[in-house]
């Protein structure tokens, strides 16, 4: 992962980047930002994407990348500017507005996914990227943790959901609940609408 962004290094660019989301699925909670930026001489031990590391790794990481890295902002986008402006363009506004908010400025911003938000910094779409770039992986790690914990929060203010179980995310538990309680303020209404006929069905069958 390393030597990926290795290769992305020129006379002219040193610090790069990494920009990663997490939160796009669920629906219910924010969607997470994050940037890191990181020089040819930081390496850590155990990065990788957050999806392939057990939540107890990347809490691990997560305070270590914070200590390790040049710089580093988080940003969240909650279910009513999803609602508002729709997923895609939320989680894109939240990766510009970590960039905006970095203390450091990089020469290399690399994104994860095929998309790219508008700045004036050079800007790479990395497809799969938090499995191929160390600097993308590590804000992998910190926006899902950071999301897991905000998840956690809202939990204790709405356990009928199970969110410290699901954190929001379409399960069958999940759904069950919102078509016994309904939705709360947290809920994205427009995801809401992907409750198939089918699962509304299964569920009124037991009940």
């Known amino acids: 992962m390393i030597a990926f962004d290795n290769s992305h290094r020129t ?6 980047c990494g920009v990663d989301e997490a939160g796009r699925g669920p629906l219910a909670g924010p969607v997470v930002a994050a940037a890191v930026v990181v020089s040819a001489s930081v390496s850590i031990e155990g ?6 590391l057990t939540e107890q790794k ?5 305070d270590y990348i914070i200590s ?44 994860d996914g095929n998309k790219l938000f508008p700045h004036e910094i050079s800007r ?12 993308i992986a590590c804000a992998s790690i910190l926006a899902k943790v950071t999301r897991d914990r905000l998840m956690l929060e809202l939990h204790e203010e709405y356990p009928q959901y199970n969110w410290k ?4 995310y379409p399960t069958r538990d999940h759904i ?3 078509l016994e309680f309904g939705p709360c303020i947290y809920h ?20």
């Open 11 to 16: 006379d002219g660019i040193s610090l790069i």
């Open 47 to 52: 990065v990788n994407d957050s999806k392939k």
């Open 58 to 62: 990347r809490n691990e990481l997560y």
């Open 68 to 111: 390790r890295c040049g710089a580093y902002s988080i940003n969240v986008n909650d279910e009513k500017r999803i609602d508002e402006i729709n997923i895609l363009q939320s989680s894109l506004e939240a990766m510009k507005n970590c960039i905006d908010m970095l203390t450091l400025r990089p020469e290399l911003i690399l994104v």
């Open 124 to 135: 790479k779409a990395i497809v799969k990227g938090d499995s191929k770039s160390f600097a």
């Open 165 to 168: 179980k699901n954190k929001g």
């Open 176 to 178: 069950s609940a919102v």
């Open 188 to 207: 994205r209404k427009t995801f809401l609408k992907n409750i198939s006929e089918w699962e509304k069905n299964e569920f009124y069958k037991k009940h």
